[in-house]
């Protein structure tokens, strides 16, 4: 979440007509990709009203709203869109947007083992629900996003150059052994600390389904993995084992899908690493406060120099 947007509450206000109308609204600063504001309305309900921006696809959109209304139906606390005058989706200054329910709950300050068994749960219980779905989207974050970031780096000399460099290279091998059997579900595609709330060490709720894509569980994983058990190349061991362990006797994998676990992991820094450089690089509108590239640089060398699949 981010405010790259500036709105005041004329602008909206009609949108909110059917909730007594706007009484206060704030802009969220965190994250990077759209812009979000918490909307108080007069008749005392909270709503995150979303202005979409460069990266999200306005054609993408609706398979967003149909994910978190299907995830919605299989008991995963998530938003899910607000229809006015039978539409979900608006425009205010010439940028499409919506307004979504709002999830109660916080992100997480310190991992505890009983948090980390709640979250095993869900997202045991979301991988269930997106392997039965019949929704599908390409991951477009992966081969094609990360040519078209390394593209606005050729030549490059500035800060960064060697990490670059050496991300060039990874990707080299890894293009040509992403594995071409391992079975897709719908997936978030963007499970990090401050997507995904707690009450009383208790998932209480997920948000942004703005990644949502079909793509394989062990790649959600790895996603998750790098973001919660990782501080740049410091490995919580303890964390992830009780996370891992009991994730995996609610979900168990194929020989196949433990033999790719290590490559996942590295796609998913590869991915992170290029995302946050762009934007630190080229993405200086706004009230941004954009996140540090090199912890996800660490967190692949990590993985090049140890393979997690020793924990299976």
């Not at 539409?87 to 992100?107: M, R, T, W």
């Not at 979301?126 to 081969?143: T, V, Y």
């Not at 709330?197 to 079909?214: A, L, M, P």
Request: charged fraction near 25%.
């Amino acid at each position: 979440m981010a405010v790259y947007t500036n709105i005041e509450n004329q602008d909206i206000n009609h949108l909110f007509e059917q909730f007594g109308g706007i009484e206060s609204m704030k802009g969220i600063t965190e994250g990077v990709e759209n812009t979000n504001y918490l909307v108080h309305t007069l008749n005392k309900e909270k709503f995150i009203f979303t202005i979409f921006e460069k990266r999200t696809k306005s054609s993408d959109l609706p398979f967003f709203h149909d994910s978190m209304k299907e995830f919605n139906l299989n008991k995963i606390n998530c938003p899910i869109p607000i229809i006015v005058n039978e539409q979900d989706l608006f425009n205010v200054k010439n940028k499409p947007c919506a307004i979504y329910s709002f999830i109660e709950g916080n992100q997480i300050t310190s991992l505890n083992d009983q948090a980390m068994i709640s979250l095993s749960t869900s997202i045991a219980k979301i991988h269930s629900a997106g392997i039965k779905s019949k929704l599908r989207r390409e991951n477009d974050m992966l081969l094609p996003t990360w040519k078209k970031i390394l593209v606005k780096f050729q030549n490059y000399e500035g800060k960064n150059k060697n990490e670059i460099n050496h991300i060039i290279n990874v990707i080299k091998v890894l293009e040509d052994n992403f594995p071409k059997n391992l079975k897709h579900a719908l997936i978030h595609g963007d499970l990090f600390k401050d997507n995904i709330f707690f009450k009383n060490n208790e998932v209480s709720g997920f948000i942004d389904f703005f990644f949502t894509c079909s793509d394989t569980i062990v790649y959600d994983l790895a996603t998750l993995i790098n973001a919660w058990f990782y501080k740049y190349s410091e490995f919580d061991e303890h964390h992830f084992q009780v996370f891992f362990s009991h994730y995996l006797n609610l979900t168990p994998w194929t020989q196949e899908e433990k033999e790719n676990f290590n490559f996942y992991l590295k796609a998913s820094a590869v991915r992170f690493f290029l995302t946050r450089i762009h934007d630190q690089y080229f993405n200086s509108e706004g009230e941004v406060n954009h996140k540090d590239p090199l912890e996800f640089f660490e967190i692949l060398q990590f993985h090049e120099k140890n393979n997690l699949q020793d924990f299976f």
